[in-house]
């Protein structure tokens, strides 16, 4: 059996909800995200805050995401996300999130560095950015070198379970300078095998479940977000799928 002390396990928080069942289902921290069908967007003021309060033996970091889609930020964006990562310090956070890239693909050396000097004395996680930039053995040198503590990733692949090659040749290569986090789609069934492939020792996932909501009527005419979208079901981490993943890669 592998002993726990040996493993990180990071949950991806939707909200105060979850990062109270992520605590008590064991997790070493959560990444605290709003906008999560976006792939994660900073969380208000009032999230991280009352996180803070509730996260009493897990550790709490903050993405600090302005918007969705891509990493090619102006510089106003960066002027705002510098701002949250100030928020941050003020909170009393153990970590944020981000990761700012060129046009080109490749890492934005500049916009990092200048968001690291904000960071300074917070853990730094390099995001899924990384799964969209070029020459990936490269850049993970340059995130060394800027002074992250680890970086997200699933191998450049849709979920880390189809990233093993990429994921464990990285591992390798990072030699302990910096800490592989190998996460989306990360579940009980996959995270022993992942392991198994890689050799990575932290865990990024979400282990969410749907929820049904308490609302009695709803307008069947109006939506709030895309058309789409099942808005009678809400999503929160659930405690025994964390247990359950946890002990899944453990067993």
């Given at each position: ?17 979850s ?28 999230e991280?805050?009352?996180a ?16 969705g889609g ?27 999130v ?33 799964d969209?930039?070029k ?10 070198e ?32 910096i ?73």
């Open positions: 059996m592998l002993n726990r002390q040996d493993f990180r396990f990071e949950i991806c928080a939707n909200g105060v909800e990062c109270i069942s992520a605590q008590e289902g064991g997790a070493d921290r959560v990444e605290l995200c709003a906008g999560i069908p976006e792939g994660g967007t900073t969380p208000s003021y009032g991280i805050k009352i803070r309060k509730v996260l009493t033996t897990t550790r709490l970091h903050v993405i600090i995401r302005p918007r891509d990493f090619l930020y102006s510089k106003l964006e960066l002027e705002r996300m510098a701002e949250d990562i100030d928020v941050c310090q003020k909170i009393g956070v153990d970590g944020v981000f990761g700012c890239l060129k046009a080109d693909g490749s890492i934005d050396k500049e916009a990092n560095s200048q968001l690291m000097e904000h960071a300074k004395g917070l853990s730094v996680t390099f995001h899924r950015a990384f969209r930039c020459e990936p053995e490269k850049a993970l040198e340059q995130l060394i800027l002074g992250f503590s680890r970086v997200l990733t699933s191998g450049q692949m849709p979920i880390a379970a189809e990233g093993t090659d990429l994921l464990k040749r990285l591992n390798m290569l990072a030699g302990g300078r800490i592989l986090l190998a996460g989306c789609g990360v579940n009980e069934q996959n995270i022993k095998g992942l392991f198994e492939k890689t050799q990575i020792h932290e865990f990024h996932f979400s282990a969410r479940t749907q929820v049904k909501s308490q609302m009695q009527y709803l307008n069947p005419q109006v939506y709030m977000g895309t058309k789409d979208a099942d808005e009678e079901m809400l999503s929160y981490t659930s405690k025994e799928r964390v247990e359950k993943t946890i002990a899944a890669l453990l067993k």
